[in-house]
């Protein structure tokens, strides 16, 4: 079965610096998909960034991008810039691409930023 | 577009009294997953319909929990009686083929 493991808990940033979130994940398939999603207090689960596993480009969107390492199973997110909006838990997910495609989580590293 | 529509928000209700949650997804997906998520164990998967049709339910914890999608549009989660460690936030998401899943914005429950 595949897992996600997220190992800090905790982390924190002073505002305008640059924060990375680790992640790793076990799975035997080649091809699969990983995301980042933020949970804001308020709840709702919204979507950071996307990463397929075949594509050897790091995917970005404005301040944040990835660090996909395939080999190494590792795909930790890069927050530049840091703003005030950023607080949040951050989730790692994995999702294999055959099959139901479902979702598996990590445990979520919640982020605060310093101002 | 509107996003994944969930209502309601917020549901406090009794040990023992039916629960039904509902989920509107987002047009044209043709996919719907339900989840749930608690401190213990974080984000899981309860059940997942393709085309409306329920594909994976072996998340679903046991007989109280029943789910439905009778159209596209609207898809139900019902607790049957509930108990209190079913308190938790209840997540609908939706996605179109094999792209991102959207999420709706949970609805919290607590079973007094």
């Known amino acids: 079965a595949q897992t996600v493991t997220q190992s800090q808990p905790e982390m924190s940033v002073q505002e305008a610096e640059t924060v990375t979130l680790s992640c790793t994940y076990d799975t035997s398939e080649s091809d699969y998909y990983l995301f980042w999603y933020k949970q804001p207090p308020s709840r709702q689960m919204i979507l950071v960034i996307r990463q397929e596993a075949y594509k050897q480009q790091n995917a970005t969107e404005n301040r944040f991008s990835v660090n996909f390492q395939k080999a190494a199973k590792s795909f930790s997110l890069k927050i530049s810039d840091s703003q005030l909006g950023d607080a949040a838990m951050y989730f790692c997910a994995y999702s294999p691409i055959q099959g139901a495609q479902k979702l598996v989580f990590g445990q979520g590293t919640r982020l605060t930023i310093n101002p | 577009d509107a996003g994944v529509i969930q209502s309601p928000r917020h549901e406090v209700t009794e040990m023992g009294q039916e629960v039904t949650l509902r989920c509107k997804p987002i047009?044209?997906?043709?996919?719907l997953f339900w989840y749930r998520q608690t401190m213990m164990r974080g984000l899981e998967l309860l059940i997942y319909?393709?085309?409306?049709?329920?594909?994976?339910d072996s998340g679903m914890p046991e007989d109280r929990f029943s789910a439905k999608m009778p159209n596209a549009s609207f898809s139900t989660l019902k607790i049957q009686p509930s108990e209190p460690r079913d308190s938790a936030v209840y997540f609908c998401?939706?996605?179109?083929?094999?792209?991102?899943?959207?999420f709706g914005p949970g609805t919290r429950l607590l079973v007094l």
């Open positions: 998401a939706s996605r179109i083929a094999r792209e991102t899943q959207y």
């Open positions: 047009s044209g997906h043709n996919s």
């Open positions: 319909f393709n085309n409306n049709v329920p594909i994976d």
